[in-house]
């Protein structure tokens, strides 16, 4: 395969060689795609390697013009490719799951039962757990929008990959960490301000 | 919401390491192959680009992509050679 820089890939795949750069790329998208989804991907995986390049070669095409040049092309192009991969292999991997389920039927104020599961705790430790999560809990209630607890609920409760929670959400993954991170503010902000630091939540679970 | 033990200390540790400064998944993503490059010829991006390397380190999705990336270059340059 023919050794291009940025700029050839660029003038080739705008130019009359466009048809033999598009080949070139997406054999590298491919073999690329191989390598990293061999580890995470059961089975055969030619047939959606080859879906997937052919996606994110589209993408990449489309977004030519956006390409500054930081890195080297290929680099940039597989990054897409990557991402055109692991979106939709999140998305199968948990089509079956609903958000709901991972959520709390109706915890209610009561969350004693799920919170006991530390019997080597000592009573004196086990107060002082129950003191903070109520705590936590009820600056959680005060602070934070539905969709902030629903969010952090699945992803951090349920596992649920944030991109696909956000799809889930009618929102996207980058806009969805910002609102996780406002959250993740405002409970530090809060916590602190009920003289409740993050090393002494972790302390007092330390031994869970 | 409902906590347990093990939320409650992913949380902890998630508000612990939080600061007012982190860029988002656009921003990593922008500079992501930047960072890889970086870390195959050997230097040290988490130093030269610090709010990506938190990024990287705190979302578990970009982190699984930056991953990948490292080994779909690294995979994809061996062979040329
Ligand atoms: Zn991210």
């Known amino acids: 395969m023919s050794e291009r820089t940025n700029q050839e890939w660029l003038d080739d795949l705008q130019g009359s060689n466009k048809d033999e750069a598009i080949t070139d790329l997406r054999d590298i998208l491919i073999r690329g795609l191989q390598y990293s989804l061999s580890t995470h991907t059961r089975g055969d995986i030619e047939l959606l390697v080859e879906d997937f390049a052919q996606d994110a070669l589209i993408k990449i095409l489309d977004k030519l013009d956006t390409f500054r040049g930081e890195s080297k092309l290929t680099t940039w192009a597989q990054k897409i490719a990557i991402r055109v991969a692991y979106t939709e292999l999140r998305r199968k991997r948990w089509q079956d799951v609903a958000m709901e389920d991972l959520l709390p039927e109706d915890s209610g104020p009561d969350f004693t039962p799920a919170f006991l599961t530390d019997p080597q705790a000592t009573p004196e430790q086990q107060i002082n757990q129950r003191m903070i999560v109520e705590t936590v809990m009820q600056t959680i209630e005060e602070n934070l929008t539905d969709r902030q607890k629903t969010a952090m609920q699945a992803i951090m409760g349920g596992g649920m990959p944030l991109e696909v929670a956000a799809e889930r959400m009618g929102t996207n993954r980058n806009a969805l960490y910002k609102m996780i991170h406002d959250a993740r503010k405002r409970l530090k902000r809060e916590l602190l301000a009920k003289g409740l630091s993050t090393d002494d939540i972790l302390a007092a679970f330390d031994s869970a | ?81």
């Open chain 2, 1 to 81: 919401m409902e906590l347990n033990v093990e939320i409650l200390k992913k949380m902890a540790r998630a508000i612990a390491t939080t600061t007012d400064k982190e860029i988002g998944c656009d921003d990593c993503f922008e500079f992501v192959d930047i960072f890889v490059e970086s870390q195959l010829q050997g230097k040290n991006p988490a130093e030269a680009m610090p709010l990506v390397e938190a990024h990287l380190n705190r979302c578990a999705n970009c982190h699984e992509e930056f991953e990948a990336l490292l080994v779909a270059i690294k995979a994809t340059t061996d062979n040329n050679h």
